[in-house]
């Protein structure tokens, strides 16, 4: 497949760390990448992404969904590569995509390897993470979740097949422990947000034994034993994430109502 028949789309915000490795990785693929860099970006995300000759588009943050899928209307192409600016693919993808012959009833998948620190973690229910990676915008879009967005097919004529594509995605997500624990005091404050926005929370078993669970379920029922110090790290800021969670619905819930 030629490289003009891919579109990358890629969100960011202060992602200067991992986005050029991001970009040059997905350049051998496609001519055509479009960053979506939210316009409280402040460090250096734009410049670098200019200098490789990307277009950047800066946007009022309006969640992950509907931030990719307004990347994706603006792609030249139809099919779309869906990265995080700190994602990398391997060679081995690479290749794979220079040779698909992409079919409309297809969507593909590609397996990630996230890092804390220079540390992959192999366990911990984070590996193997079969995710999609590359879909056709006339036939699927991102939901209207605020966080844990996903795909959905929106041609009702098309009965879509999962495909593998062998390979690895290196996820850079965390720079090291500190950096996860301010993403995930992040991602806390995003769902208690749509949790409010839904007019929904979680139902009482989850608020008494959810943190807890999440810890038992990431060490143990997850392998995370197997990752060894990182492992029962992770476990804990699992832990402290469902927490926090439930911590920031009740407070902004009785905000709202008060």
């Not at 998948?109 to 911990?124: E, P, Q």
């Amino acid at each position: 497949m030629s490289k003009t028949l891919y579109s990358a789309v890629i969100i960011a915000k202060n992602e200067e760390r991992t986005i050029a490795k991001c970009i040059k990785s997905l350049s051998q693929v496609t001519d055509d990448i479009v960053v979506v860099l939210d316009d409280r970006s402040t460090d250096l995300t734009e410049e670098i992404c200019t200098n490789l000759g990307v277009r950047v588009i800066s946007k009022t943050w309006e969640g992950f969904s509907k931030n990719k899928n307004y990347g994706a209307s603006i792609a030249k192409n139809d099919w779309i590569l869906c990265f995080d600016a700190d994602e990398v693919i391997d060679e081995v993808i690479i290749s794979h995509l220079r040779q698909l012959h992409a079919q409309d009833d297809t969507v593909y998948l590609m397996n990630i390897l996230t890092y804390i620190g220079d540390k992959a973690i192999k366990f911990s229910g984070w590996h193997p993470d079969w995710n999609i990676r590359l879909y056709n915008k006339k036939i699927m879009e991102w939901n209207d979740a605020f966080v844990h967005e996903k795909l959905i097919n929106i041609d009702r004529n098309v009965e879509l097949e999962p495909q593998r594509i062998n390979g690895l995605v290196h996820h850079y997500s965390f720079s090291d422990w500190g950096h996860m624990s301010s993403k995930y005091d992040y991602y806390a404050h995003m769902r208690s947000d749509e949790w409010i926005r839904r007019g929904h929370s979680p139902i009482g078993p989850k608020r008494w034994f959810g943190p807890g669970f999440r810890f038992f379920k990431t060490y143990f029922l997850r392998l995370g034993i197997l990752d060894g110090v990182h492992g029962f790290n992770l476990a804990r800021r699992e832990y402290i994430l469902r927490c926090n969670e439930l911590k920031y619905y009740k407070e902004k819930k009785t905000k709202k109502t008060t």
